[in-house]
């Protein structure tokens, strides 16, 4: 069974940092292009970044330059460094693993909230 776990999540002020974790159980996160996506309240769910397999990365126009996405294959865990953190970053955050094969799932976690308030 895959399983998908967040934390990290919180309540943090304007300015301030929060580090996500994503632990996976299941698969061999090596393979897969893994993801932080996130949904605020009545908003859709949006790529925040993503690593492939190889290492490439690429970020949503609005966290560049403030958020880092690394993954450590040997813990199967993937992180993404929050810096700078803004109230229009709140919302809850979801892993993702994907292979982007077409008969092949998509995993995801439960997600994490995270709350950027003064």
């Known amino acids: 069974q895959v399983q998908l776990v967040e934390s990290g999540g919180g309540l943090v002020q304007p300015g301030g940092s929060l580090r996500l974790s994503c632990a996976a159980s299941?698969?061999?996160?090596?393979?897969?292009?893994m993801g932080w996506y996130r949904q605020a309240p009545g908003k859709e769910r949006e790529l925040v970044a993503a690593?492939?397999?190889?290492?490439?990365?690429n970020y949503a126009d609005s966290v560049k330059g403030r958020f880092t996405i690394s993954r450590d294959n040997a813990k199967n865990t993937v992180y993404l460094q929050m810096n700078s953190l803004k109230p229009e970053d709140t919302a809850v955050y979801y892993c993702?693993?994907?292979?982007?094969?077409?008969?092949?799932?998509?995993?995801w976690g439960q997600g994490t909230q995270v709350t950027v308030s003064s």
């Open positions: 690593v492939t397999s190889t290492g490439t990365t």
């Open positions: 993702n693993a994907d292979r982007h094969i077409a008969w092949l799932p998509v995993h």
């Open positions: 299941g698969i061999s996160i090596g393979i897969y292009t």
